[in-house]
């Protein structure tokens, strides 16, 4: 993993952020990062980042605290 994939990873996220809270119950508290990314996130940031899908399930359970 390098350092560019990481802040690709950490840019791509934070744009995202709106998308990924809309796939979130009501009652999730948008001020902590979800437990996991919805399917269709993990796609796109899949192809975008070339990492597989669980790479990046990997580094948003490392990196999303950071991020969000």
């Known amino acids: 993993l390098t350092l560019e994939t990481i802040f690709t990873f950490a840019l791509l996220t934070t744009s995202l952020k709106d998308d990924i809270i809309l796939t979130q119950p009501a009652t999730h508290d948008i001020d902590e ?36």
């Open 33 to 68: 990062p979800p437990l996991f990314l919805p399917p269709s996130i993990v796609t796109f940031l899949s192809g975008a980042c070339l990492l597989s899908s669980e790479s990046v399930r990997t580094c948003w359970g490392a990196l999303k605290n950071g991020i969000w």
